[in-house]
């Protein structure tokens, strides 16, 4: 039987040169699916971009209100800008609308629903939600605990949240909803896993660079790649990032097969430098309602780093919310 052609693979040049080593990591690195990719340190500078725009425009708002009523009320404009009972629903518009313009604009760079892109993973929370609110209760008690021997100042301007009976009511609601998921999206969904990725892809380029700097010619590595490069040349073994980050990865029966599943697997000191830094930027988020207080803040550091190991060892964004969330409500 004849053989038909167009079944046959096309024949090489004699002319086309062999393809390169690195040719071919970099096209493994392309047919990576880009939810590998993300969040990188682009799309974190361009989401706090969105919640500084957010709030400067919220803000100036809120403040030609507050000076166009203040003479026509009992408090001054100062009172007013530091009052829970207004306060608390400025901060809550921001950050909705910070999260709305995300939820919009971030699918379009991604190629897939926000929450796979963040890696919500909604179905680990439901699954292990009475493990996730026990830690949150738990770390809770302990933080509580721990306060009567540390040197925290008796009176904090985060005090004024509970001077009044709607103001208690108030936080309290926003501090179990609100304040968690968008915290939680800033520095555990954007930042940690950001900083992960940046600190494997820049060892990666060194590493690279002292073995082979000639190799790095054929195909130059850009900033959307960071990601997926450490897909690629994750530095940890199998089994020891089995053990550390694939916990609670099992896909959701009700999603189907998808990419949100798993994250990159980082290499453990890229985790521990992402957690730092991610936990020195929430306990400094904090800062003027603790007075800069030094005690304070270790205190919020160690809370962060406890919700830091709760979304990798999860691998849910979504679990760490729960704990967050639970945490607040016992406070």
């Not at 939820?103 to 190629?111: A, D, G, I, Y």
């Not at 600190?199 to 195909?219: E, F, G, I, K, N």
Request: charged fraction near 10%; glycine fraction near 4%.
């Amino acid at each position: 039987m004849p053989i038909d052609p167009s079944f046959l693979p096309p024949a090489a040049s004699p002319e086309e040169p062999p393809v390169h080593s690195d040719a071919m990591s970099a096209a493994a690195v392309d047919a990576i699916p880009s939810s590998a990719a993300t969040p990188h340190i682009g799309h974190t500078l361009l989401f706090g971009l969105l919640v500084g725009l957010a709030g400067f425009v919220v803000g100036l708002v809120f403040a030609l209100v507050v000076m166009r009523l203040a003479p026509h009320l009992h408090e001054s404009a100062e009172q007013m800008q530091t009052d829970p009972l207004l306060v608390i629903p400025v901060e809550a518009v921001i950050y909705a609308i910070a999260a709305a313009a995300s939820f919009l604009l971030f699918p379009l760079f991604w190629n897939r629903p926000f929450g796979q892109g963040v890696h919500w993973r909604a179905f680990v929370a439901r699954r292990r939600w009475w493990v996730l609110a026990a830690i949150g209760v738990a770390t809770s008690v302990i933080v509580q605990i721990l306060s009567n021997f540390l040197p925290i100042p008796k009176e904090l301007p985060i005090d004024k949240f509970f001077t009044h009976p709607l103001g208690v009511w108030l936080i309290a609601v926003f501090g179990v909803t609100v304040a968690p998921a968008f915290e939680e999206l800033a520095f555990r969904g954007f930042l940690l896993p950001s900083l992960a990725s940046a600190w494997d892809w820049l060892t990666q380029r060194a590493r690279a660079s002292r073995q082979s700097p000639v190799a790095l010619t054929p195909h130059q590595v850009t900033e959307s790649e960071w990601p997926q490069q450490t897909a690629v040349h994750s530095p940890l073994p199998a089994d020891g990032a089995d053990v550390f980050l694939r916990a609670g990865t099992e896909p959701d029966s009700n999603a189907g097969r998808d990419f949100s599943v798993s994250d990159p697997q980082w290499s453990l000191p890229a985790l521990i430098f992402a957690t730092i830094i991610t936990s020195i930027g929430f306990a400094m988020l904090h800062g003027a309602q603790l007075a800069h207080s030094f005690a304070p803040l270790a205190v919020l550091f160690a809370v962060s780093v406890v919700l830091c190991i709760t979304r990798l060892r999860f691998h849910s964004l979504a679990a760490s919310t729960v704990v967050h969330s639970m945490y607040n409500a016992t406070l």
